[in-house]
């Protein structure tokens, strides 16, 4: 069997665990008043690759270990980027009305609801990473690590920087790269360094699992902002074209399309040179690289 063969099989397989393990939390967790319960589900269960938990399963897996080690931190990380998702989609931040193909919950539920959702979501992470730190030091270090990549020195730092330079003419290379990285990298190198931490690996195991998640963060927005040229809604599920739309910092509008191109490649390249780096049989891993850089949506 090929290594994509593999891949595409266990990440099947990783997917429809992860749906279980989600299945599992909402069958016990019933939310009043009703608006609330269902605006926090319709998110959740609007689909999408899950390409965070699957991404941390495959680095459990790669490290030694199994999708079951890292299942609730899996499930938070999924709420995190699913309350990003709704909050990203407000009309006072990105204004799209579909995601994944559906209407996106302030178009379904209202602004307030999707606001509200949102939040739900981010604090029901939290309690889970509380939760999951029972489990001694390793899942306390892991709990930490990923709500920080979540936070003020993560991912809300990279949207309040994507707002800020959003229309600004003197936006540059080194302004993308910080949106990048807090925006979309950070809760990447939570997927694949938290099960280095939870297996309470050698520091430098952990570093360049963060490393790896850093630049598949990279390539994968890049990547993301190459879809939103020539992409088409079919395959997306949301709204191609919005980023020139709206005057949006971005690889193509810094770079151009050819040259956004060649340094997505880069950062595919870069992936690869840290996965070898790993005492670790990491096949799988340079596979994931090699699907996200050909992805169309």
């Known amino acids: 069997m090929s290594l994509r063969k593999e891949l595409e099989e266990k990440m099947q397989a990783w997917r429809q665990y ?19 319960n269902d605006s926090f589900r319709y998110s959740l269960l609007l689909g999408g690759k899950r390409v965070r938990p699957v991404l941390m399963f495959a680095c459990a897996q790669t490290l ?6 890292v299942s609730r931190l899996a499930l938070a990380l999924e709420m995190i980027h699913t309350y990003s998702l709704i909050h990203d989609d407000l009309p006072a931040m990105d204004n799209d009305d579909f995601r994944r193909g559906q209407p996106s919950s302030h178009k379904k539920f209202g602004e307030g609801q999707a606001i509200l959702a949102g939040d739900a979501l981010l604090n029901e992470a939290y309690a889970i990473c509380l939760e999951a730190c029972r489990g001694g030091r390793t899942y306390l270090e892991a709990s930490a690590y990923l709500c920080r990549c979540a936070g003020a020195h993560g991912m809300v730092a990279g949207q309040a920087a994507d707002l800020g330079w959003q229309g600004r003419e003197d936006a540059g290379p080194a302004n993308l790269d910080f ?101 670790y049989e990491s096949g799988l891993l340079h596979e994931f690289v090699a699907m996200v850089r050909a992805r169309q949506a």
């Open 179 to 279: 949106v990048i990285l807090n925006k979309t990298a950070r809760m990447l190198m939570a997927a694949a360094a938290v099960p280095a931490y939870v297996y309470g690996l050698d520091q430098n195991i952990a570093d360049l699992m963060a490393e790896f998640g850093k630049d598949l963060g990279f390539l994968f927005q890049i990547t993301d902002d190459i879809l939103d040229v020539v992409g088409d809604f079919a395959k997306l599920g949301k709204t191609p074209g919005k980023d020139a739309a709206e005057d949006k910092l971005s690889a193509v509008s810094v770079y151009g399309l050819e040259k956004a191109q060649a340094l997505a490649d880069r950062y595919a390249d870069l992936c690869v040179q840290v996965l070898d780096q790993l005492p």
């Open 64 to 69: 030694g270990g199994k999708p079951g080690d």
């Open 18 to 36: 992860f749906e279980d393990v989600l299945q599992e939390y909402l069958q016990n967790t019933r939310l009043q008043p009703s608006v609330l």
